[in-house]
């Protein structure tokens, strides 16, 4: 609303009304300056818990053994045996000779139409409105062919619907099956000689006849270790946590032996410590970060009369240290290095107890490190080759039988206590504010800056009202004043 005073009295009432109104503002700039720095405080809440949280995600592949027992395996002739360690806790090593490789089962038509192409109908490579398929692993379905089917038609709807892989070859106009599997059997393929009669493909009474053409699938066949005639129906197969892939048929025996994955261990346990060292630095950080109370939170009006870069410099400083000293972090630092600084004992021996030490991990001397992870390479990579079962006891053993769980679950535990100690304080992402404490008092400040500036308007228009008044009166005397002028004027004439 534009207002225009001080015609009567020649005085800028506006800009004396906006100065009495700024002092009467101060109040309510520290209540808005607080707000901002209170959100600040609970971005930065956030912040910390999207760190703790996806720390905690990371920690659950260390909980693993299969993560401490990771095998590499090497093989005399890689191109006709393949071997990988896939959740071995044992070494695996011996001799192995393959006889034979497993196969899938065939079939084909074996009348050849070169005039036939895909757009063809079907019935003419196979005159039947109908065809059974029989797969080896005992599965029969009939398929109706519609009059004018294409063979490309039939030919998806086979793919898709049966346990064959199908094709059409415009070349030699030829259909082909391939069994989706390896492996002994054979795919049979029936055609009906009288419709009318029931009775499955394949049973001896009805009237079904079999199109000839198949190939039965086979088995492999191989000798482990001296353990001949073993037999599996894929190429493909899993024994004692390795998997074995049989690629050629071989002339003499293939040798293997499988060592720890030393640098795949130790790779994975250097990762927890640089990640947990970035953790706590940062954690500490936040909580040593220096507060600038000098430095508030910059109102729209104070920013109007700044260059971007000099709100940029201002801005970080008054958003430094909103978690200073913060209870919930130094807790979560202080629980976290108690877990990494506790012993374990060993199953073997329940009377010893093992220390990151043991592995070549140990917390580093330099006391403006706060606590941070140091690692012996030489050390790691020597408990690892000799015996990896100790560093998965120390460090991700779940003690569910022990009841004296590995470090990284009571890294985890501190993690999650932390982490819900922050929620419940700061709330998550999309959280209502009068779900958490701080929210409330946000909301609270809202109300109150709601009510401040409603106070505030009705006293603008007060002092608007008064002067208003004072600039009408400033008329009527200066009408009086003027009809006075007038009436001596005319006396003295």
């Known amino acids: 609303m534009m207002r225009i005073s001080g015609l009567a009295s020649g005085i800028d009432t506006e800009s004396i009304i906006n100065d009495m109104m700024r002092a009467h503002r101060f109040p309510l700039n520290k209540i808005t300056q607080k707000k901002q720095f209170v959100e600040w405080q609970v971005d930065d809440y956030r912040s910390v818990n999207k760190d703790v949280r996806s720390m905690w995600d990371n920690l659950f592949k260390m909980t693993q053994s299969s993560t401490y027992?990771?095998?590499?395996?090497?093989?005399?002739?890689?191109?006709?045996?393949g071997i990988r360690a896939l959740s071995a806790s044992s070494e695996f090593s011996g001799t192995i000779e393959v006889e034979r490789l497993a196969k899938a089962a065939t079939w084909q038509t074996e009348a050849a139409n070169k005039d036939l192409k895909e757009k063809s109908n079907f019935r003419e490579l196979i005159e039947s409105d109908t065809i059974a398929i029989k797969t080896p692993d005992g599965e029969t379905k009939v398929f109706e062919i519609g009059e004018q089917e294409s063979i490309k038609s039939v030919v998806d709807r086979l793919n898709k619907d049966s346990n064959v892989n199908v094709f059409f070859d415009e070349r030699s106009g030829r259909?082909?099956?391939?069994?989706?599997?390896?492996?002994?059997?054979?795919?049979?393929?029936?055609?009906?000689?009288?419709?009318?009669?029931?009775?499955?493909?394949?049973?001896?009474?009805?009237?079904?006849?079999?199109?000839?053409?198949?190939?039965?699938?086979?088995?492999?066949?191989?000798?482990?270790?001296?353990?001949?005639?073993?037999?599996?129906?894929?190429?493909?197969?899993?024994?004692?946590?390795?998997?074995?892939?049989?690629?050629?048929?071989t002339n003499s025996p293939v040798t293997f032996n499988s060592a720890a994955d030393v640098d795949k261990v130790f790779d994975t346990v250097k990762k927890f410590v640089d990640d947990y060292n970035d953790l706590i630095k940062n954690l500490n950080s936040k909580v040593r970060?220096?507060?600038?109370?000098?430095?508030?939170?910059?109102?729209?009006?104070?920013?109007?009369?700044?260059?971007?870069?000099?709100?940029?410099?201002?801005?970080?400083?008054?958003?430094?240290?909103?978690?200073?000293?913060?209870?919930?972090?130094?807790?979560?630092?202080?629980?976290?290095?108690?877990?990494?600084?506790?012993?374990?004992?060993?199953?073997?021996?329940?009377?010893?107890?093992?220390?990151?030490?043991?592995?070549?991990?140990?917390t580093s001397n330099d006391h403006l490190?706060?606590?941070?992870?140091?690692?012996?390479e030489k050390k790691l990579r020597e408990v690892i080759s000799t015996d990896p079962n100790k560093v998965y006891e120390?460090?991700?053993?779940?003690?569910?039988?022990?009841?004296?769980?590995?470090?990284?679950?009571?890294?985890?535990?501190?993690?999650?206590?932390?982490?819900?100690?922050?929620?419940?304080?700061?709330g998550s992402s999309g959280a209502a504010n009068e779900s958490f404490p701080i929210g409330r008092n946000i909301k609270q400040m809202d109300e109150q800056i709601e009510r401040f500036e409603n106070r505030l308007k009705k006293m603008e228009e007060r002092?608007?009202?008064?002067?208003?008044?004072?600039?009408?009166?400033?008329?009527?005397?200066?009408?009086?004043a003027e009809q006075l002028m007038n009436a001596l004027g005319g006396l003295m004439m």
């Open 69 to 81: 027992m990771a095998k590499t395996v090497n093989v005399s002739n890689e191109n006709a045996v």
């Open 175 to 249: 259909l082909g099956m391939t069994a989706k599997n390896t492996g002994a059997g054979e795919i049979e393929v029936f055609i009906p000689a009288d419709p009318e009669k029931p009775g499955e493909p394949g049973d001896p009474d009805n009237t079904w006849v079999e199109k000839s053409g198949g190939q039965p699938g086979q088995d492999a066949k191989f000798t482990l270790n001296g353990m001949d005639n073993m037999e599996r129906s894929s190429n493909t197969f899993e024994i004692n946590g390795f998997e074995i892939t049989l690629k050629e048929v």
């Open 289 to 362: 970060e220096t507060r600038y109370r000098d430095y508030h939170p910059l109102s729209t009006e104070e920013k109007a009369d700044m260059k971007e870069k000099e709100i940029e410099l201002w801005e970080e400083k008054a958003k430094s240290g909103t978690l200073r000293n913060d209870s919930i972090i130094q807790s979560m630092l202080q629980n976290m290095r108690l877990a990494l600084s506790s012993s374990v004992k060993e199953p073997k021996d329940s009377k010893s107890g093992i220390i990151l030490a043991d592995i070549g991990i140990t």
């Open 369 to 376: 490190a706060n606590g941070m992870l140091e690692i012996d």
């Open 394 to 426: 120390l460090l991700g053993r779940s003690g569910s039988d022990t009841n004296d769980p590995g470090l990284i679950h009571s890294v985890r535990t501190a993690l999650k206590k932390g982490n819900d100690a922050i929620s419940n304080r700061a």
């Open 463 to 480: 002092y608007y009202k008064q002067f208003t008044a004072m600039e009408q009166a400033m008329q009527r005397a200066n009408s009086q």
